[in-house]
Each structure stands twice: as structure tokens, then as C-alpha cells.
């Protein structure tokens, strides 16, 4: 058994072990889930420690034959894209179930669907099958809809589910629609990733094909990640979530579509990928500018943190959009970086909303008297947000830009503009309204994160920013070497894609 | 002439014969009565093992009426496994029955007989017969429970539709008999491409499919479901859901593939059309509902229409996905028919809200509601969601490889119909978990049958989800073979 079964396996055995531990054992329950959680991110450590920068081919495989006659097999393994996102994923899920002690009710079903929701998603991204990749993210995606739904909070918590679900599924469902198009139109009958891979170096798709199917990948994952202006389910959806779901989805499952696109789309449909990278280019800016704007004018500190998250996304896009060694270097990286930052940060407002009730910014303020640990842990989230060097989002933006700047150098002006001013802006103004001022005379009795198990959390998450963010080569080696040989295969070289055009689209489309 | 093909059928005709008259020599309690059950299960378990195993013979008898290949075999195994788990069912529901349950039994296994016989017909008289065999028991079934005017109600509605639909087939068949002159589905298909611009052959294929369309409850020949599905006492009613509708799907494949693939190539139009309104009918009507039984009905038509995906895609891994969805289905609506049972059998009202407060008044009923509901809803890892990825691949695969692009736009109909249906079924989940409203808290009381049923149709639902090889395989056999 690999490594990454363990990882991804012991969230969900404690999942099922839980259904059959009564309800009413409130500490069994927790105990479970925490440990489970915590195995599954000391293991994920361990094996981000042993993984070998460079090496050929992917570490920790596993491969086991599941449905021969359609060619799916149950195929785990990391290379420099994945090592990242699991280790981060594992770290995150292990702090929400830690901070899940704010949920009173019914924790039982609670911490079922948020293991669920660990495991799911860290196995899609231990994944290398199109198949499993896409059933552990559906299974870790339809219960963020439940707890939202049922443990949620605000008045508008139903309209808020109804959006998510139906947004997310459409996307989902659209990106299922792309892989089995790209499934049936590679001709290699394999849902293997790697060996998808191979068989596009020798038979490309035709540029017809993957001018179809780029765009069902690119819109379904695009979806999923809040690409503007697709983006209008997250910031409600993460004000209305019970924190811990917030900071699994915002942290982890939020970057399944762009790990899919860096993954699949672009080294199977690379005429399609440049093709269409130009326009997300423009689109991502929707998402630094337009929504960093819409974040300046939020009054309720989830909506500024979830409109930020958005914002976020769009350096990611730009990253991938410039197809190049740097830029998707720098993508995977903020995508680690962002991790972080989306937990702690929805993890601290989860504690703010828990222990004064509100989350309006006007009824907030001098917080930092009471709530020492906790305003200093959002100062430095607020800090990171705004991509202040140290941490580990700085690296991640620089590169991106660095990387970008010879493909797209308007929208890199125009980003760098967005992400520190706008960024700068509300971060500060949110830090002074909350954390500075007089403190209103209901909050005088506010009582911090004392004990040193609520703070593990925060501390946990904080300090992966600084690792990450002070030795930022802990990282880039090892992702450089995979995102290099992603990028020469959405680069493809001419006698490629003339092979590809040469391929009449009407004769070849099945064989 | 090889009447040994024909030896299971002929057993579980005697078993029903058998059953029926137990009731003049065993004067026993009603307690002891579910026993009988319990036999017949026990012969039907033993008939399953010795004549459908995996050296099963195949062949043809009765002058080519009566077909014994791979796919009549998938669709046995299913329906003996269907009537098993109803016959289980109905051992539980026997104290809602007044009338002799012993004939209830029975007439469940004449309505297997029946589908046992459409899985292997060959030719239009078979298919008739065995099709008012099912049908003429279920009009008996479905009105079971006299003394509720729900019940006759939905028996006098079937009755009425089932006997226009078999009029409209009868007349397809003549029509189709008079064109082409022959019964027979194989030589049926020889001769058919000539008749592909007869209006007289082509009206008698309307009508045929109208038939068949009542059968699985597609659209515009539905009307009927939501009213029966709530009326029949519930162990008929998730027969019908299951077995019967089964026996329109086989028959279905077996008329448009066999007897005149050269018609169905040119319908794809029709088939498509036809599946995606029933897609949506059935989703969009399930919206509003309350009635628990009438939603599940509803909810029958859209997977009618979800199957009707895999008739429409014309292709082998298209009836390998129907037969597939078939299986996974099976098990997840008689687990959600079981919950019904034993939670509303003592209730005069089938609403959701009656299921407020399941998971405290008995965990392992609320557990099983749930998961059939996320199987019907097509979330991983249950059955539903690889059968609905098999027919989504087989829509995707057929507009990929021809040049008709209304296979994109019925993947897309497909889409929102799932889409939709996650509405009405997580109310239900919604129901059990979180509804503000209950009242009654008193646990139910489980006999160990009720158990057993209710564990077997969850290790279904994941043994087919989870590992879909075996079955998978059997499907693939019986739709590659078939071409």
C-alpha cells in the first residue's frame, strides 16, 4: 500500500467508523476525527520529507485494476504538482477538524461529512485517474452543500446553499462532461493520466477536438475555482459556511480545478490551451481588479475574506495563463499559499463570529485589546493577504509575475496594481475597523484562544506560511522540475502541431 | 424443439401454483405465514443458483419465439434477485394486507414468470403474452389493499391505461404482422429495411412503442405513474418501479436492436426527443411533491428517462449502461421502498414530514433512506453514479462519432435533470436529518427480516457502486454479444 492510500484512507475509514459510534458520545467523536485527521497530516508530512526533487517519473505509486473493459484502475502517485497540495490539504483538514469545536449540534453526522470531505478531496488530488479523480472530488464536494445547509448561519444561509449547489454542480458536471469527451477522443480506451499523457506524445488530438473539449474543461473546473465571472457563489457561499467547511473548501477543494487544469487540460489539449490562455488572461483580471474592488465595499468581514479568496484565484489563473516554466511554477505554488492563508483566515472569523456573534466590520472594533493571539494571528493573515514578503503568498505572486510578464505585460501592470493597492486597502481598513479603535462595551469580556490546543490551529497554519514563504525553495524544487515538463507539453513543437492539424478532424474523430 | 431452456420459467409457474393453493392445506397463522414466504424465496435462491449460473445453457426453442442468450440471462438473474428482495418485502407488509397474503406471493411470482418470459421473447406473440401477464397481475397487485379507495383508485387508473396501451400495442403488432408478414424478431430484422418508407409498417412501430412506453413510464405515455405508484400497497409498487419497468426496458432493447434495428437507426431523432422530455417531465414534476410514494413515481419516470440515454446513444455500450443502471437501480429503490414500508404502514398519509425524526426512531432505517436517495441522485460511491457515468459516456461517445449533434444537447438535458433532482432528493435526506416538525419519537420496532432486507439492499447499492466489474461484465457480455 502507498503512502497516499493511508493519507487519503484514514479520513475515510474514521468517516465510516463514526456512523456506527452513538451520537451522544460527544468526545469519542471529536477524538476520532481529530486523530484520524491528524495521522493523515503526520503521514503527508512524512511524505513531503521523503519525496525526491526530480526524480523520474511519479514517487509513492500504486496502481490496482478496477474496471478492466473501460480501462480505470485505481492509480495514486505524486510528483512535483501534487507533493504541495497534499501535504497543504492534510495540514488543513487536520486544523478544521481542530477548530470544529464551534459546531453544537449534531457533531456526530458533522464530523462524518467533514472527513468525507478531507478524504475526498485528498485523494482526487493523490489521484493519476481521470475516473477516481473526479468521483473523490464528487465526493468530497456534495457535503460542503449539506453542512452549509444545515449547520450554516445568517438569514441568507438557504439562498446561499441553493447558489453553491447549483453552481458547483454545473460545474462539476460540465468538467465530467469534458473528461469523458477527452476519454473517448484520445482513443487510448485508458483513463490513466500518465499513460494519457504517452499516448498524446505519439497520436495528439486533433485541434478540432480540443477546441471543443478545452473549453468544457476550462468552464467546468473555471467554475469550480471562481473564475470571474463565475464567481458570484463564493463569497456568500463561504459567509454563510460553518468556518471549518469554509476553510476545507476555500483551502483545498477550490484548488481541484485548477490542479485539473495544469494536470490535464494543458499537456493533452496544448493548441487548445494556448488558444484559450489569451482570453483567461483578461479573465483572471476580472477577478483581481473587479472582485478586489467589490472587496473594498464589503462591510461584513466573510464577504471581504471570500471576496478575497476570489481575487486570489485570478494570480493563479494568470500563472497558468502565461504557460511558461515560471508562471505555472509560481501558480502551483500560490496555490500551496493560498491554502494556508483561505484556512487561517476563515478559521480566525470563525472564532471572531463565535465570540461576539457579528461579523459586521461597524459593530466590530478594538478587538485586538481582548482577542491578543487572535487579532495578532489576523494581522499577520490580513498581512499575508496583501502579499507582504515573509510569507509564503509573496513568493508565490512574484513569480507569478515574473513569469507572466513577457506573455501578458498590460495585465501584469494592471494585476500588480490590483493585488497591492486594492489588496492593501481592504486588508488595512479591515484590520484597523476590527482590531483597532475603542472596544465596544458588550465585547469587554471577550475571551482569547488561550490554551494551547486552540491555538494550535492558527499557529499550525501560520507557520506553514512562514516556512513556505522564508524558505520558499523547500517548494519551487520540488515543483519546478514536474511544472517544466508540464510546460514543454503545452509548448508543444511545430512538427507537433502541424502532426495535429494535419489530422482531419471529420476521418479521425473515432476509430 | 428445446423446452429445457425453458425449465425455470416452468418452476417458478409451479412455485406460484404451488403457492396459491398452499393456502387450502396449511391453516396457519398469519405469524407463520410469512414462512411461506421464506420458502418460496428458498426455491427462487436455489432456481437462481442452479439454472442461471455462469454455464447456464443458451439456444433458441419454439421456433425462434423463445431466445436464451447472455442478455436474457442479465435480465433473469435481475428479475429473480427483484422478486426476492419484494418477497422479503411483502413478508414484512403482510399485516397491511388483509386479503390472504398467500395470493399476494403468488401473484408476484406470476408477474415474474411473465418477465421471465420477456426477457427471452423473441417473436411478438411471446412478447405480448408474457407483457399481459405482468401486466394483468399487477392490475390484481396494484389493488391489493380493497378497503383503501387510494388503492382501488390506482388499480381502476392502471387498469384502464394498461388495457389502451396493450389495445395500441396489439394494433402495432397487427399492422407490423400485415406489412412484413412475419412474428419473428430475427426475420423480422431481415426483411424490415424494406419497409422503411411503409407509413402502414411504420404507424404499426408507433404503436408498439407506445406499449412499450407505458411500460417504462416514458413520456407522453406517463400519466399513469405518480397516481399508481401511490396507491398500490408499497412491496407491488416497488415491483413495478423495478421488475416491470425492467421488462419494458429488456423487451425495448430487444424490439429496437433485434426486430428492426434498421428503423431505430434512422429514429434517433425520436429516441432522443423522447428521452429528454421524460427526463425533464419526470424531473420537474418530482419538484413540488410531498406524497413520498408519488415523488418516488415521479422520480421513476426520470430514470426511465436517464435509461432511455442509453436506448438513444444506438450502440452497444449503450445497452451495456442501460442494463448496468438497471442493476444499481434495483437495489436502491427496493431500500427506499423497504424505508416506506415499514415506516408508513401504520400511517394514513405518505408525506415527507412523516419521516421527521428518522434517525432517532431508528438509525439503520434512516441510514438506508439516505443512501438511496444519494444513490438515486448520482453521488459517488453508490450505485447510481457509475451507472450514470456509463450513460453519459455512451450519449457523449454516439454524438462523437456521428455527426448528430442533438446527442449534445440531450447530454446537456441530462444534466440539468440531475441537477434538478438534487433538489428533491436531499429534501428527503432533509427530512430525516433536520425537520423542525416531529412529533412522533417512538422507536420502530425492526423484526430481524426487516433488518436483513434493509442491510442487503445497502451492500448492493455499494457492492454495485464500488465494484462495478462483475457486473459491469455480465452487461457488457449480454449487449456485445446481442449485436
Known sequence: ?511 | MNASLMFLEIWVVALGIVMMLADFFFCVTPERKRFLAYLGIAVLGVLFLELLGPDAPTGTAFHGAFVEDSMAIFFKRFFIIAAILVLFLSSEFSDSVPGGILEFYSLIIFALAGMLFAASSNDFVMLFVSIELITVTFYVLVSYQRARLLSLEAGVKYLIIGALSSAFMVFGIALIWGTAGTMNFTELAQVAPQFLDNKIFLTGVIFLFAGLGFKIAAVPFQIWAPDVYQGAPTPATAFLAVGSKAAGFVLLLRVLFTAIPAVTARWADFLIIVSALTILYGNLCALPQRNLKRLLGYSSISHAGYMLLGVAAISASGQSAVMYYLAGYLFTVVAAFTVIALVMQHLDHEDVSALAGLNQRSPLLATTMTLSMVSLAGIPPLAGFFGKFLLLKAVIEQGLSTPNHGYYCLTFVALAGILISFYYYFGVIRAIYWSKDTRDLSPIPLSGGAKFLALLCIAGMFWIGIFPNTVLNLANAAAFGFK
Request: some cysteine.
Open chain 1, 1 to 511: 500500500m502507498s503512502i497516499l492510500t493511508y493519507i487519503f484512507g484514514w479520513p475515510l475509514v474514521a468517516a465510516l467508523a463514526l456512523v456506527f459510534v452513538p451520537g451522544n458520545y460527544r468526545v469519542v467523536v471529536r477524538a476520532v476525527a481529530v486523530l484520524a485527521t491528524l495521522i493523515s497530516a503526520a503521514l503527508a508530512v512524512k511524505m513531503f520529507c521523503q519525496f525526491v526533487p526530480g526524480a523520474n517519473g511519479y514517487q509513492f505509486e500504486q496502481q490496482i485494476p478496477w474496471v478492466d473493459s473501460l480501462g480505470i484502475s485505481y492509480h495514486v502517485g505524486v510528483d512535483g504538482l501534487n507533493v504541495g497540495l497534499i501535504l497543504m490539504g492534510a495540514i488543513v483538514a487536520f486544523a478544521a477538524a481542530c477548530c470544529s469545536w464551534e459546531i453544537q449540534t449534531r457533531e456526530k453526522e458533522f464530523y462524518i461529512l467533514l472527513l468525507l470531505m478531507s478524504g475526498g478531496i485528498l485523494g482526487a488530488f493523490a489521484s493519476l485517474d481521470l475516473f477516481f479523480f473526479y468521483f473523490l472530488h464528487e465526493l468530497a464536494l456534495v457535503p460542503t452543500f449539506i453542512m452549509i445547509g444545515v449547520w450554516g448561519r445568517g438569514e441568507r444561509r438557504n439562498y446561499a446553499t441553493f447558489q453553491i449547489t447549483i453552481y458547483l454542480s454545473i460545474g462539476a458536471l460540465l468538467a465530467l462532461i469534458g473528461l469523458i469527451a477527452l476519454y473517448l477522443q484520445s482513443g487510448a480506451n485508458t483513463f490513466d493520466i500518465p499513460a494519457l499523457i504517452e499516448h498524446a506524445k505519439t497520436n495528439p488530438m486533433t485541434v478540432h477536438a480540443q477546441n471543443f473539449i478545452f473549453p468544457l474543461l476550462l468552464f467546468g473546473f473555471g467554475i469550480l475555482v471562481s473564475l470571474w465571472p463565475f464567481h458570484s457563489w463564493a463569497p456568500l457561499g463561504y459567509g454563510s459556511a460553518p468556518s471549518p467547511t469554509a476553510m476545507i473548501h476555500a483551502g483545498i477543494l477550490k484548488k481541484f480545478g485548477l490542479y485539473g487544469l495544469i494536470r490535464i487540460a494543458l499537456p493533452l489539449m496544448p493548441q487548445a490551451a494556448h488558444h484559450w490562455m489569451n482570453f483567461v488572461a483578461w479573465l483572471c483580471l476580472g477577478n483581481i481588479l473587479y472582485v478586489g474592488w467589490v472587496a473594498m465595499r464589503q462591510r461584513d468581514l466573510n464577504l471581504l475574506i471570500g471576496n478575497s479568496s476570489v481575487a486570489h484565484m485570478g494570480f493563479i489563473f494568470l500563472g497558468i495563463a502565461s504557460l511558461n516554466l515560471i508562471g505555472v511554477t509560481g501558480a502551483v505554488f500560490i496555490m500551496v499559499a493560498h491554502g494556508f492563508l483561505a484556512a487561517l483566515t476563515f478559521a480566525l472569523s470563525g472564532y471572531i463570529y463565535q465570540k461576539t456573534g457579528t461579523l459586521q466590520m461597524s459593530e466590530l472594533g478594538g478587538l485586538c485589546r481582548k482577542l491578543r493571539f487572535i487579532g495578532t494571528a489576523l494581522l499577520m493573515a490580513a498581512m499575508a493577504g496583501c502579499g507582504l514578503p515573509g510569507f509564503a503568498n509573496f513568493v508565490g505572486e512574484v513569480t507569478v509575475f515574473f513569469g507572466a510578464w513577457k506573455e501578458f505585460p498590460v495585465v501584469v501592470v494592471l494585476a500588480v496594481w490590483g493585488g497591492l493597492v486594492i489588496g492593501g486597502i481592504y486588508m488595512t481598513r479591515a484590520v484597523r475597523t476590527i482590531l483597532h479603535g475603542p472596544l465596544p462595551a458588550k465585547f469587554s469580556n471577550l475571551a482569547d484562544a488561550t490554551n494551547s490546543w486552540r491555538r494550535l490551529p492558527y499557529a499550525l497554519l501560520l507557520a506553514a506560511l512562514f516556512v513556505f514563504g522564508c524558505f520558499p525553495r523547500l517548494l519551487t524544487s520540488q515543483i519546478e522540475p514536474d511544472a517544466g515538463k508540464i510546460v514543454s507539453m503545452a509548448n508543444p513543437l511545430p512538427s507537433m502541431t502541424a502532426l495535429s492539424e494535419a489530422q482531419n478532424p471529420k476521418s479521425d474523430t473515432r476509430n
